[in-house]
């Protein structure tokens, strides 16, 4: 079982950048296909982008709010997942969370639905504000 730690949060002005990490113990982030989203105040927690596990078919998600802006990386040496965030609007203001899915696991799935991820760390707060 896989437990999960976001970290790299905080505050920045609008048009800046923040990188988040994504560290897992326990098991190894490989076998895991690992997303992040975003819940902002009031509203649902939404799925932004997410990574396949090693051995598995398919390219990276990215929802359209963050494509050519956002950008998800694995660090094998760390056993961590990176989202690496440019351009940061006001809009991006939320708690970011990393979550986890066995690639082992069947049946259908979706980076943008929670219910997919049985795995979740506490979340990490970035707020964007001049």
């Known amino acids: 079982q896989v437990q999960l730690v976001e970290s790299g949060g905080g505050l920045v002005q609008p048009g800046g950048s923040l990188r988040l990490s994504c560290a897992a113990s326990?098991?190894?982030?490989?076998?895991?296909?690992v997303g992040w989203f975003r819940q902002a105040p009031g509203k649902e927690r939404e799925g932004l982008t997410g990574i396949f596990a090693d051995g598995t078919a398919g390219k990276m998600f990215y929802h359209d709010s963050v494509k050519g802006r956002f950008t998800i990386s694995r660090d094998r040496s760390r056993n961590t997942v990176n989202l690496q965030m440019s351009s940061l609007n006001l809009d991006d203001t939320g708690v970011y969370y990393c979550?986890?899915?066995?690639?082992?696991?069947?049946?259908?799935?979706?980076?943008?639905?929670?219910?997919?991820?049985?795995?979740w760390g506490q979340g990490t707060q970035v707020t964007v504000s001049s």
């Open positions: 326990g098991s190894t982030l490989d076998y895991y296909h």
């Open positions: 979550a986890a899915r066995p690639r082992s696991l069947s049946g259908s799935w979706s980076w943008s639905l929670a219910e997919s991820f049985a795995y």
